[in-house]
């Protein structure tokens, strides 16, 4: 039996390994269509790219990927990104972004996983979040003052990130936030100056979080690990505190 339930975890581990290898390529095939196949003159794409490169996803399935979004391989590869809002289980304000193929087969699953919560209209909690540019970054020069680093990128605001996996012990890390038309230009100002970009992308801020007291707090994070662990969710967004 004990036998069984390690090959069962084996199983799972590596299917939750396959879906998030799955993600990563379809963001790099998105970021490659939004603007070109040149990670030195594609934010995203680099910040793309490097995460990928974090979660040991091959050299090989990286670079088939970019060439999937280059339109290299004979392949058409349409992604479409639908938006999906409503509420986790005790009223926690959720929205889901979905990269899909195929709207048909993606609503009925993402409604069927909003059973255990409540799926909104489009606008019913986005009015919730700021939708922003959002970029993460760290630099070897810990002395910098974050606000002039920010004014000079034309970032609107900026918070210390601490030491952890994406940024090395000693480094200063940051996130930006900015308008999303100037994500691009903030995230290219970053790179210009030495700063190392992690992440690069819209993103959903919320405006006030909402607490959850302990004994009702699994049951929002099983909800939300289940959305996040279908395949076409690309991002999900939630005002849990």
């Known amino acids: 039996m004990g036998a069984q339930w390690k090959q069962k975890g084996r199983e799972e581990s590596s299917l939750k390994r ?26 995203r794409l680099y910040a793309a790219v490097e995460a990928a490169k974090k979660q040991s996803v091959p050299r090989d399935t990286i670079e088939r990927a970019i060439k999937k979004g280059a339109g290299l391989t004979g392949e058409t590869v349409n992604y479409e990104l639908v938006t999906y ?20 087969r993606t609503a009925p699953e993402i409604r069927v996983l ?23 970054a760290h630099h070897a020069n810990a002395k910098q003052d ?16 601490e030491a952890g996996d994406d940024i090395p012990a000693g480094q200063l890390g940051a996130r930006f ?14 790179a210009s100056a030495g700063w190392i970009v992690t992440a690069a992308e819209m993103s959903y801020v919320p405006k006030n979080r909402v607490e959850v007291p302990a004994a009702q707090r699994a049951e929002v994070e099983e909800f939300l690990s289940e959305m996040d662990g279908h395949d076409d969710v690309h991002r999900l967004y939630t005002a849990l505190k």
Request: proline share 5%; hydrophobic share 45%.
């Open 177 to 190: 936030y900015c308008d999303r038309s100037d994500l691009d230009a903030v995230s290219k100002y970053l």
């Open 114 to 136: 909003f059973k255990a919560g409540q799926l909104g209209a489009m606008g019913s909690v986005a009015w919730m979040f700021n939708h922003v540019g959002l970029v993460d």
């Open 85 to 104: 809002e409503g509420f986790a289980p005790h009223k926690v304000p959720v929205i889901v972004e979905c990269l899909t193929d195929n709207r048909n």
């Open 146 to 161: 974050l606000e002039t680093v920010a004014i000079e990128a034309g970032a609107q605001n900026v918070e210390p990130l």
């Open 18 to 43: 396959g879906q998030l290898f799955g993600k990563l390529a379809k963001e790099i095939i998105v970021a490659v269509k939004s603007k070109g196949p040149d990670p030195s003159l594609n934010a």
